[in-house]
Nanobody, 119 residues
Framework: QVQLVESGGGLVQAGGSLRLSCAAS????????MGWFRQAPGKERAIVAW????????YYIDSVKGRFTIFRDNAKNTVYLQMNNLKPGDTAVYYC????????????WGQGTQVTVSS
């Protein structure tokens, strides 16, 4: 079982930056694939990025490539999402999620953190 707690959301102007953090409990964090999802008002929750347990593989949706970076520190049981050059379209609740391995569903979820980008 893994418990996830996000932090770092807030209000920022377009062009600004935020770093989201997700602290995980559990001794097997380093084996989990970790992802960041977001849900904008009136839209379904969708993947933004994910990273493999060893950090050897990452994935980003096209709209955030070159602006967002996902990385993790397994010694601290924490995964991060560095968000630069934020746009109003990035406004959403951001969720951290964990999957036991590649190809498995994301079964573990945090409570979410609000990111609001003003124009």
């Amino acid at each position: 079982q893994v418990q996830l707690v996000e932090s770092g959301g807030g209000l920022v102007q377009a062009g600004g930056s935020l770093r989201l953090s997700c602290a995980a409990s559990g001794r097997t964090f380093s084996s989990y694939v970790m992802g960041w999802f977001r849900q904008a008002p009136g839209k379904e929750r969708a993947i933004v990025a994910w990273i493999s347990g060893s950090s050897s593989s990452t994935y980003y949706i096209d709209s955030v490539k070159g602006r967002f970076t996902i990385f993790r520190d397994n010694a601290k049981n924490t995964v991060y999402l560095q968000m630069n050059n934020l746009k109003p379209g990035d406004t959403a609740v951001y969720y951290c999620a964990g999957a036991e391995r590649l190809g498995r569903s994301f079964d573990y979820w945090g409570q979410g953190t609000q990111v609001t980008v003003s124009s």
